[in-house]
């Protein structure tokens, strides 16, 4: 059945580490986002992709890095320039209309 | 600047009677506006969306109201249940903004029995 997937569940990284966070989706959607959600607020746009081989910033994207080689996959690395990692990320995908973004469960990452 | 605001951080309601979730925004060029729930350590799910062009969506027992005037929509969802308790965010797009989503913070619901 079709769907975004994202692993880990949970992930856990010493302060200063570069951590990359998977999301996958086999519904052929061209657009591809990743949000980052701290207590108390919305979900704020890192990256996004409209199409392979191609990203642009959100609002928050430095400290964070993306690639897109693939449709299905769109990867999230967390550097360690990003001076407050420890958030929940979501990563979400949209289709031909780009008007409705469908989210994966997210991965909680924890920087100790 | 936060272009879409949600004041509520919370609302209880008891089960069977109706929800009331208030959202405004500032952007007059939004053309397409969401609502997503979600649970705790899980994505948001979307709920239900409307056009610009609309001022009324219904899905089951789900309504969005869109007042453009007023920038300020709201959800109404009749009757709620105890599944219902849950964080549920409004989101605002727009064709000329390459359809990134701007977010409220969220309403979390709790529906008492």
């Known amino acids: 059945d079709g769907g975004i997937t994202q692993s880990p569940k949970y992930l856990f990284r010493k302060e200063g580490q570069n951590v990359t966070l998977s999301c996958e989706q086999n519904l052929n959607h061209d657009a591809m986002y990743w949000y980052r959600q701290d207590p108390g607020q919305g979900l704020r746009l890192i990256y996004y992709?409209?199409?392979?081989?191609?990203?642009q910033k959100g609002d928050i994207a430095e400290g964070y890095s993306v690639s897109r080689e693939k449709k299905e996959s769109f990867p999230l690395t967390v550097t360690s320039a990003q001076k407050n990692p420890t958030a929940f990320y979501l990563c979400?995908?949209?289709?031909?209309?780009?008007?409705?973004?469908?989210f994966g469960p997210g991965t909680r990452l924890t920087v100790l | 600047d936060q272009q879409v605001k949600q004041n509520s951080p919370s609302l209880s309601v008891q089960e069977g009677r109706i929800s009331i979730l208030n959202c405004d925004y500032t952007?007059?060029?939004?053309?397409?506006f969401l609502w997503y729930k979600k649970y705790p350590a899980e994505g948001p799910t979307f709920l239900i969306s409307i056009s610009s062009i609309k001022d009324k969506n219904e899905d089951g027992r789900f309504t969005v109201f869109l007042n453009k005037s007023a920038k300020h929509l709201s959800l109404h969802i009749v009757p709620s249940q105890p599944g219902d308790s849950a964080v549920y965010f409004c989101?605002?797009?727009?064709?000329?903004?390459?359809?990134?989503?701007?977010f409220g913070a969220g309403t979390t619901v709790t529906v008492r029995a």
């Open positions: 979400a995908s949209a289709g031909l209309g780009r008007d409705t973004q469908y």
């Open positions: 989101a605002a797009t727009m064709i000329y903004n390459d359809y990134k989503l701007s």
């Open positions: 992709s409209q199409i392979v081989n191609d990203f």
């Open positions: 952007n007059s060029m939004f053309d397409y």
